[in-house]
């Protein structure tokens, strides 16, 4: 069987299962001393929303986000923030926490595994 590519996702995941991998995820970011202070303290629930949107289009499933926030340009929308190896990898290490947490299907985990790991080094913009 081929791999199933990252677009087909959303179509095997469906919305309520990509909402709860994020809202696992970010409960780990409210306590996480490196994440933390990065994410707006009075806006969690909007950077929550913003990023369930992303996947939800980048998955191949609704294009509200481009609607909502235009083209993503991630490098742009991230360069305020100061991602080092430590930020990409503490990223990476939460967001794995919250797949194992939601119990997503091996395959499609392993898919988006390897989504994420690209695009968190993709966003590294500082030197460690
Ligand atoms: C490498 C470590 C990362 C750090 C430290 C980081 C940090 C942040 C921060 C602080 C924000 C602002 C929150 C907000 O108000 O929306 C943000 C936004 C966002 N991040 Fe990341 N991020 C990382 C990796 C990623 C990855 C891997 C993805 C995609 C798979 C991603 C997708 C997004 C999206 C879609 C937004 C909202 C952009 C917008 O529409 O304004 N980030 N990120």
Known sequence: ??????????????????????AAFYSRVKSDDILKPMYPADDFSGAEYRLKEFLV??????????????????????????????ARDRWIELMNQAMLEVDLPTEAAEI?????DQMATFLINRAG
């Not at 069987?1 to 909402?19: I, P, V």
């Not at 988006?112 to 994420?116: A, G, I, P, Q, T």
Request: a neutral charge; aromatic letters at 10%.
């Open 1 to 22: 069987m081929s791999q199933m590519s990252t677009e087909e996702l959303y179509e095997h995941l469906g919305e309520d299962q990509l909402r709860r991998l994020i």
């Open 57 to 86: 289009y980048r998955l191949g499933g609704p294009q509200r986000y481009l609607e909502e926030r235009g083209h993503p340009a991630l490098r742009m929308r991230h360069a305020p923030f100061a991602i080092d190896q430590s």
């Open 112 to 116: 988006l595994k390897s989504f994420f």
